[in-house]
């Protein structure tokens, strides 16, 4: 039996073609989604990327999803296929709609895919010439408009990098194509703010609160504090970085722009101290108000 991935309440084989040409997740990439770990056959955080789903439906102004069904359909979709699933994947499109940017009328698709898991530990990434637009009207959203992801994604493929990381507008530092970044120096890790464009990570949120719950100097950087520059401390050994998404826990940065640079003891630390954290608690319950930070 081949994988099988669940669309508005049915499995279907994954190969199978299900949505409709006219669907404007297909043509103009109208539509958000989730990417969740699964962990000892659970999916993890579940919850807190449930709160986020709903932020980006609300923020593209798309119609709300029934949280029991996409429950549901992520149970299904565990049970029904063969192999182990390590990664989930929850897409909304906005459902059938005409050629230009104008939404349609048509009822959302709600896809629900389980797959391999694959991310490496340990990143190798490369400084995008590009920005982020932290101004954009989907800014923070985790849309499915993620074409100049795809791009940086191929930048570092082609320099043999599996990350690529991007300034804002400003030049200051913001996020990774599918993650956000830390940096370790003068004895404290920081991480960009929000405002700097980045999507609210469910990893970088945990990573941050499990850390000021065991005392550890883990914070959120001041605006314009991370320049882009800093990472040619880490180039110089003056100061070390990580990644962090769902996939990958919080992976050190060892090899930057060309060069092996060495991985931060603390991150080191904090990385440990999320794993350990993330198997006692699969599903960590959301800050009560979405949190600026
Ligand atoms: C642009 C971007 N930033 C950050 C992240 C990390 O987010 P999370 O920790 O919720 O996986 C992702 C994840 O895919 C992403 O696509």
């Excluded at 699933?85 to 709600?110: C, D, Q, W, Y």
């Excluded at 003068?186 to 005392?215: D, F, M, N, Q, Y």
């Excluded at 970085?241 to 930057?256: E, K, N």
Aim: hydrophobic fraction near 40%; include cysteine.
């Amino acid at each position: 039996m081949s994988a099988v991935v669940w669309v508005d309440g049915t499995l279907y084989p994954a190969n199978e073609p299900i949505l409709s040409a006219s669907n404007h997740g297909v043509t103009v990439g109208d539509g958000v989604f989730e990417t969740l770990a699964v962990k000892d056959g659970d999916p993890f955080a579940l919850t807190r990327h449930l709160v986020r789903l709903q932020y980006s439906l609300d923020r593209m102004g798309m119609q709300a999803v029934d949280i029991p069904t996409v429950r549901q359909g992520i149970r299904e979709v565990l049970e029904a296929n063969p192999t182990e699933v390590a990664r989930l994947r929850i897409t909304v499109v906005s459902g059938s709609g005409p050629m230009g940017s104008v939404r349609g009328t048509g009822k959302p698709n709600v896809i629900i895919w389980g797959g391999p898991g694959s991310a490496p530990l340990r990143c190798r990434a490369v400084r995008a010439p590009w920005r982020r637009n932290e101004r954009s009207a989907i800014a923070g959203v985790k849309s499915t408009s993620y074409a100049e992801n795809v791009v940086m994604a191929q930048f570092a493929a082609r320099q043999d990098a599996d990350e690529a990381l991007v300034a804002n507008t400003f030049g200051y530092l913001c996020e990774g194509t599918g993650s956000n970044v830390f940096i370790e120096r003068r004895g404290e890790v920081v991480t960009p703010p929000l405002s700097s464009g980045c999507l609210a990570g469910i990893t970088r949120g945990l990573v941050l609160e499990w850390a000021a719950k065991v005392g550890m100097p883990v914070r959120v950087a001041a605006p314009g504090e991370l320049e882009m520059g800093v990472l040619d401390e880490v180039r110089q050994g003056d100061a070390f970085a990580a990644v962090s998404s769902s996939t990958r826990g919080l992976a050190p940065i060892v090899w930057l722009d060309g060069a092996d640079v060495h991985e931060g003891p603390l991150l080191r630390r904090v990385s440990e101290m999320y794993e350990s954290r993330a198997k006692a608690e699969h599903d960590p319950p959301p800050p009560r108000t979405r949190s600026a930070v």
